[in-house]
């Protein structure tokens, strides 16, 4: 079974600093690769996928993630922080032509002025 | 957003009670989704429909009843539902291609049964 791992449960940056979100998926082949952010009291927004080519991708927002076959790793940055960008953010994996997304527990992002 | 939307955005239910939750996508999908997401814990998948069919019930209590009459729309009926039950329901829709399996969510309909 596939399985996917957000070893950071909550991260508290600074307005302007960098932010790195990690994220390990457990499958056998290359799956497809997805960021989602949640605010409060709302849906899962996209913020960007990965389903081949480029192992950068850029998103919303300002974010950008980077597949890493080798660590079996998609990680979440962005370069500078908002205080608009706190909020919880997911990590999900799509098996190929399998119409189910599995989700990590998530990373509550709090930033601090 | 308007792509996916859901109805009503709050609903408080006594465990005898019986109401509907209404998800509308505008997407031109043929793929919806329920999900529950409980406090502290990772999104549950709970029904898959593709071309209105079910073809995910993923060991859904029966006291939850899906229903999809055309590929936009996509109801959960609820009745005698228990205190555990509160949570946020997140309806998703995405196509049924390769390469259109990206799922877009819709606000939800945060339920607490008393």
């Given at each position: 079974a596939q399985s996917v791992t957000q070893p950071d449960i909550h991260i508290t940056v600074s307005e302007g600093a960098s932010l790195e979100l990690r994220c390990n998926y457990s499958y056998g082949a290359t799956p497809y690769l997805f960021w989602y952010v949640q605010s409060p009291g709302q849906g899962l927004q996209l913020l960007l996928k990965y389903f081949s080519g480029d192992t950068l991708v850029q998103g919303i927002k300002g974010f950008e993630a980077e597949f890493k076959r080798s660590q079996s790793s998609f990680n979440l940055r962005k370069p500078s922080v908002h205080w608009s960008d706190a909020a919880e953010y997911f990590c999900a994996v799509h098996r190929y032509n399998d119409y189910k997304l599995s989700f990590g527990a998530g990373t509550t992002v709090t930033v601090r002025a | 957003e308007t792509g996916v939307t859901q109805t009503p955005r709050h609903l408080v239910m006594g465990m005898t009670n019986k109401k509907s939750l209404k998800c509308e996508q505008h997407l031109g999908h043929n793929a919806m989704y329920w999900y529950k997401q409980s406090a502290k814990k990772p999104l549950e998948l709970m029904f898959v429909y593709n071309f209105k069919e079910q073809t995910e019930n993923n060991s859904v209590p029966s006291r939850f009843s899906p229903e999809c009459p055309n590929s936009s729309h996509l109801f959960l009926h609820l009745h005698?539902?228990?205190?555990?039950?509160?949570a946020l329901y997140l309806c998703a829709s995405s196509g049924s291609g390769a390469g259109e399996e990206t799922q877009y969510f819709g606000p939800g309909t945060r339920l607490l049964v008393l």
């Open positions: - | 005698t539902l228990q205190p555990e039950d509160s």
